[in-house]
Nanobody
C-alpha cells in the first residue's frame, strides 16, 4: 500500500517560511501526480500545489509566487517551499498522490502562524 509521510510543519511568524516534505513509500515517478492540499480552521480542504509525472506544476491563485513545489526522485520525496506565510496559510497540510484514478493521502503536518 502507498504510504505518504509529511514533515516540516511548525510555528512561524507572519512573513516566515517553512519547507514541507512528503516521503513516499515508492518511486514518486510511479504517480501520475503528487501535491499538497491544506485545510484551515473551519475551512474545506483545498488544493495548494500539484506536480504531474512530467513536471508540470499547478498552484492555487492564493499561493502563486510564494510557494514552490519540487521533487527529489532519489529520495522519493516531494517538497513544498512556503515563503512569506500569511494569515490565510495556517492549517494542516496534506500530501497527495494519485495513480490513475486511485488517490492517496498522508496524515498531515500542522502549519501555525503566530506573532
Amino acid at each position: 500500500q502507498v504510504q505518504l509521510v509529511e514533515s516540516g510543519g511548525g510555528l512561524v511568524q507572519p512573513g516566515g517560511s517553512l519547507t514541507l516534505s512528503c516521503a513516499a513509500s515508492e518511486n514518486i515517478f510511479n504517480f501520475n501526480a503528487m501535491g499538497w492540499y491544506r485545510q484551515g480552521p473551519g475551512k474545506q480542504r483545498e488544493l495548494v500545489a500539484l506536480i504531474n509525472v512530467g513536471g508540470v506544476t499547478t498552484y492555487a491563485d492564493s499561493v502563486k509566487g510564494r510557494f514552490t513545489i519540487s521533487r527529489n526522485g532519489a529520495q522519493n520525496t516531494v517538497y513544498l517551499q512556503t515563503n512569506n506565510l500569511e494569515s490565510e496559510d495556517p492549517g494542516v497540510y496534506y500530501c497527495y498522490s494519485r495513480i490513475l484514478q486511485r488517490e492517496f493521502w498522508g496524515q498531515g503536518t500542522q502549519v501555525t502562524i503566530s506573532s
